[in-house]
């Protein structure tokens, strides 16, 4: 991969605020799209990437972004429908190379990944998480004490 | 740490069932607490430990739930003050030695770990699993092909 990439990010919120301030900063070009401008509240005063108010899901949005020309892509709204939808338009109309989308339900990761698009979902990796700590005991009561 | 351990799951959403599940399959004995009955639907039909249907912040519930027998105490439900408040219960009244909380917003993080209280934020994760993705490239063109 370049060293520099060119990403775009659906999504504001916490996740999509949080990657788009770190990727900026280690200078990636970043763009975030969200349909509430208020979201842009959340990017630091360092940001130096772009942002679109809009909805991506539709297709003049995404053009507006110039997604043709990104290596990755995001989907981290709150919604899993959003993010399968404008995930599938980003690597199968705009041929992104990299599309990855939060999705919350687990059970609608396999559906992703049969359309070619990779997925994280927090609840699965919270719940690895929360029985890595059973089995380790790695919350010890050393650790936790008040 | 026991083989068998006595684990108090508080919330029956998506993480708690799916934990309350796995942990009662590999023999630990397990009691759900959610203020709402029909959450626990998501319980397998093998779930073999107690289910409790009550506000986890009302003490009576949590000593129905015999909660100063407890290994491990884990906070899952969707509020982060609610998981936050119980976390310090267990912990502080109950003397239970591992207590995790989960907490959706990472500005919360801190405040829990110096009341001495284990945290697991999907937000943080997942940004950090993005991360790793663009880091690593492991997103591959080879992989996301449709």
Redesign the interface.
């Known amino acids: 991969?370049k060293n520099s990439?060119y990403?775009v990010i659906v999504g504001c919120g916490?996740?999509g605020s949080?990657?788009a301030n770190?990727?900026s900063r280690i200078g990636?070009s970043v763009v975030v799209i969200d349909t509430n401008e208020d979201t842009f509240n959340d990017l630091s005063s360092d940001f130096s990437g772009f942002r679109i108010v809009g909805d991506a899901t539709e297709l003049a949005v995404l053009k507006e972004a110039k997604l043709k020309n990104a290596d990755?892509f995001?989907a981290?709204t709150h919604g899993d429908n959003v993010n399968l939808m404008v995930a599938q338009v980003a690597?199968?109309l705009f041929n992104v190379?990299?599309?990855?989308a939060?999705v919350?339900?687990?059970r609608r990761e396999q559906v992703y990944n049969r359309?070619?698009?990779?997925t994280?979902c927090?609840?699965?990796?919270?719940?690895e998480?929360?029985?890595l700590?059973?089995a380790s005991?790695r919350?010890?009561?050393g650790?936790?004490?008040?």
Chains 1, 2 share one sequence.
């Open positions: 991969m990439l990403i916490r996740l949080d990657l770190r990727l990636h990755v995001f981290t690597r199968k190379p990299h599309v990855l939060r919350f339900d687990p359309l070619g698009i990779e994280i927090p609840t699965s990796v919270a719940a998480m929360f029985l700590a059973v005991g919350a010890a009561q650790e936790a004490k008040s």
